[in-house]
């Protein structure tokens, strides 16, 4: 599916997505794809189709740093990818890159989650 058009006066929404391994987001960022848990698919598509623009910020869990961001492209469908080989993934949706490049989780600790106590990003 294709991403809705921009609409004015409706939120744009941030999630941090923890990924277990390094070469995870390695196939991410060649393909245009992600995968998460089917726990979030319910929350990413709602957020892709009541927002204006939903952006994915990638980390390796156990880092320290993030590895960049995307911008969902797509609602998360019913079909799965063997890209991970990981059981416990559910469907691809495509993700658009816009920085690839490791950034440490001390510069955005100006950075706080109003929405989890206010914590510091990472």
Do not use: D, E
């Given at each position: 599916?294709?991403?809705?058009?921009?609409r004015q006066n409706t939120p744009v929404r941030y999630f941090v997505m923890k990924s277990s391994n390094l070469q995870n987001i390695e196939i991410s960022q060649q393909k245009g794809i992600w995968s998460t848990k089917p726990s979030n698919e319910r929350k990413l598509n709602g957020a892709f189709w009541e927002s204006s623009m939903v952006?994915?910020?990638?980390s390796?869990?156990?880092s320290g740093h993030f590895q960049?961001?995307?911008?969902?492209c797509s609602s998360i469908g019913c079909e799965k990818s063997q890209d991970w080989g990981s059981a416990?993934?559910?469907g691809v949706f495509k993700v658009e890159w816009i920085r690839k490049e490791s950034i440490p989780f001390q510069f955005a600790h100006h950075l706080l989650n109003p929405w989890n106590d206010n914590k510091k990003v990472q």
């Open positions: 599916s294709k991403s809705p058009s921009p952006y994915l910020i990638f390796v869990q156990g960049g961001f995307a911008r969902m416990g993934l559910g």
